[in-house]
């Protein structure tokens, strides 16, 4: 549905000069810098999929989906979108696509949110019986009926992102870019904007990619996660894939009926076996394991764990993905 092939893209800027009169000078300059913001990517998205988009800022995200939408030419490389090509065949593209930047608002600011989503209708040539239906549905998903008369400037952050969600969506597109759609928002907020991201994907099967820095909206929503670093594609693959990648260690928090005899206690503090590393608490019947899951499973790590004493609880915890992130960045 989505095919990226060695898609680049470079900006020319003016190379900074120091020195009284910089700005002037810079303006006159012939030197330009060359800045690699874009650099040899390639992913294909497949119908349905919900993917995210991730890396720290300046990675080149925006500049991809910005090259994904039509705003932006690729310096080299090429895009398809259901085999049409977002710059040569922009209109065609533009009714498959939703595009949502969290940090600007496609709805006029003076106009009443229900205005600006008739001009939105008018210009992609949705007739009056098709926007009313659209509309009474996308209200009732994402409760816009109590704010639909504000003008998009009196509206709070949440107001004005749902109803950008709504002028997203009001052509019915497959596919759905996001940039930061909960960016700014409280937790109910964001927990509404979740929700209703996973139930247009689950039930309508719309196509998203997701941008955003919130590892709660990546973890929680995206079956697949790409990540991008100084332009280039550093992982394609599952949450999953990506924790088996940086290795970061499953912590098993075993209590035992009874305390673990001082014996063994010992053994334990010093002991590093087979991908576990035991450690033991100010509880005399707990014992934290931290295992390696690509070296031992949890069953096999259980089962060595048995030897201390019969166990009364076991508590899995995986590693933080928001640590994970970290480490890949
Ligand atoms: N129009 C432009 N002219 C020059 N450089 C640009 C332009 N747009 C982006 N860049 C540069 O390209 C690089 C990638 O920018 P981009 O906005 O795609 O990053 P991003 O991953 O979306 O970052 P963030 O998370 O901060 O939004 C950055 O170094 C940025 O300064």
Redesign the pocket.
């Known amino acids: 549905m989505i095919q990226v092939q060695h898609l680049s893209k470079q900006?020319r800027?003016a190379a900074a000069k120091e020195g009284a009169f910089k700005g002037v000078r810079m303006l006159f300059s012939r030197d330009v810098r060359i800045?690699h913001?874009?650099a040899d990517i390639n992913f294909n998205i497949e119908p349905g999929e919900f993917v995210g988009y991730i890396?720290?800022?300046?990675?080149?995200?925006?500049?991809?989906i910005k090259m994904l939408s039509g705003i932006l030419h690729p310096t080299s490389g090429r895009v398809t979108i259901d085999g049409l090509s977002p710059h040569h065949d922009r209109r065609r593209v533009a009714r498959k696509l939703g595009v949502l930047f969290g940090q600007r608002t496609q709805l006029w600011w003076d106009l009443p949110v229900r205005d600006s989503f008739d001009i939105l209708a008018a210009m992609y040539g949705i007739d009056a019986g098709m926007m009313k239906r659209r509309l009474s549905q996308l209200s009732e998903l994402l409760e816009l009926e109590p704010f639909m008369d504000t003008p998009a400037r009196k509206l709070s952050l949440g107001q004005r992102m749902r109803s950008d969600l709504a002028a997203a969506l009001l052509h019915d597109p497959a596919i759905l870019f996001l940039?930061e759609p909960t960016i700014g928002l409280d937790v109910t907020a964001k927990r509404s904007i979740r929700h209703f991201l996973k139930s247009i994907n689950q039930h309508l099967g719309k196509t998203v990619l997701l941008?955003t820095?919130d590892m709660d909206d990546i973890e929680q929503l995206c079956g697949r996660v790409i990540v991008?670093n100084d332009?280039k594609l550093g992982f394609d693959g599952s949450i999953d894939d990506l924790r088996r990648r940086i290795g970061l260690p499953t912590l098993i928090r075993i209590t035992y009926k009874l305390p673990i005899a001082d014996s063994a206690k010992h053994a334990i503090t010093r002991s590093e076996f087979n991908g576990l590393q035991l450690s033991c608490g100010e509880d005399e019947r707990v014992l934290t394991a931290a295992c390696n899951r690509e070296q031992l499973s949890a069953m096999d790590a259980l089962r060595m764990l048995e030897q201390y004493g019969e166990i009364e609880d076991v508590h899995m915890e995986e590693p933080d993905f928001e640590e994970i992130v970290h480490r890949i960045y």
């Open positions: 900006f800027t800045k913001a874009v890396g720290p800022n300046g990675a080149g995200k925006s500049t991809t940039d941008t820095h991008i332009g």
